[in-house]
């Protein structure tokens, strides 16, 4: 989690869920098939769960603009752009959870080792499945 946001903010990305980590923990176990050491390494990793992966580029981009800027925001900033951008750079990955949500990470790994669980920003936004690398 980042330290510019509450705890309880972080806890409660998808309108009042309180349970977005235990959520996030769920779909972790399914995607690494229940290994306790890649869970809990994404955990350290894990900055909320977001109803998908705009909402939370344009919560990012809102930290670093002045309120009175926010109109560049939303007139000139292609938010599926950065979003796809902070993909391919290895910025965050994302794994999409059933309820129509997003679990998003930070990371700081090489691209090496993002491409092994990376997922493409595209599954997101369906109703499929992931697939372990």
Same mark, same amino acid.
């Given at each position: 989690?980042?330290?510019?946001?509450?705890?309880?903010?972080?806890?409660?990305?998808?309108?009042?869920?309180?349970?977005?980590?235990?959520?996030?923990?769920?779909?972790?176990?399914? @995607?690494?098939?229940?290994?306790?050491?890649?869970?809990?390494?994404?955990?350290?990793?894990?900055?909320?769960?977001?109803?998908?992966?705009?909402? @939370?580029?344009?919560?990012?981009?809102?930290?670093?603009?002045?309120?009175?800027?926010?109109?560049?925001?939303?007139?000139?900033?292609?938010?599926?752009?950065?979003?796809?951008?902070?993909?391919?750079?290895?910025?965050?990955?994302?794994?999409?959870?059933?309820?129509?949500?997003?679990?998003?990470?930070?990371?700081?790994?090489?691209?090496?080792?993002?491409?092994?669980?990376?997922?493409?920003?595209?599954?997101?936004?369906?109703?499929?499945?992931?697939?372990?690398?």
């Amino acid at each position: 989690m980042t330290d510019d946001h509450d705890d309880d903010d972080n806890l409660t990305t998808l309108g009042g869920d309180k349970d977005a980590t235990g959520r996030a923990r769920r779909a972790l176990a399914h @995607y690494f098939d229940g290994d306790p050491a890649k869970i809990a390494t994404a955990l350290d990793e894990y900055d909320g769960t977001y109803p998908d992966f705009g909402t @939370y580029t344009r919560r990012e981009l809102e930290e670093h603009i002045a309120p009175y800027m926010m109109w560049l925001l939303d007139r000139w900033v292609d938010l599926d752009g950065v979003a796809n951008d902070w993909i391919a750079n290895g910025r965050n990955w994302l794994l999409p959870d059933g309820d129509d949500a997003v679990h998003v990470f930070l990371t700081s790994r090489p691209m090496t080792d993002i491409d092994e669980r990376e997922i493409d920003l595209e599954t997101c936004n369906d109703d499929r499945e992931p697939e372990p690398k």
